[in-house]
């Protein structure tokens, strides 16, 4: 079984640029989707953004403009840069991998 685990998390100001990075313990070259959900203080875990085959990408409108997911999938990572934070990108970062398979995710806060 594939393991995850996100790093990136932690405080920053608002209108900076966050970088989630998510290393997956085996190979995922043949998993998908990819995908990038998120825990916002006091809410349910919603979706952020998708990477799926021939390299399609799908984003949230709350950061469609503002967020890229890629992956290097010969070092088994999986990457989600959001610019121009706002104070409601506060969340629990999770990756995902084909559905059924999370990370523990990465806390981000934002200062103003």
């Known amino acids: 079984q594939v393991q995850l685990v996100e790093s990136g998390g932690g405080m920053v100001q608002a209108g900076d640029t966050l970088r989630l990075s998510c290393a997956a313990s085996?190979?995922?070259?043949?998993?998908?989707?990819l995908r990038w959900y998120r825990r916002p203080p006091g809410k349910d875990r919603e979706f952020v953004a998708q990477?799926?085959?021939?390299?399609?990408?799908n984003y949230a409108g709350s950061v469609r403009g503002r967020a890229t997911i890629s992956a290097d999938k010969a070092e088994n990572r999986i990457y989600l840069q959001i610019i121009r934070l706002k104070p409601e990108d506060a969340a629990i970062y999770y990756c995902?991998?084909?559905?059924?398979?999370w990370g523990r995710g990465t806390e981000v806060t934002i200062s103003s």
């Open positions: 995902n991998v084909a559905f059924t398979i």
């Open positions: 085996a190979n995922i070259s043949s998993l998908n989707p």
């Open positions: 990477l799926s085959t021939g390299d399609r990408t």
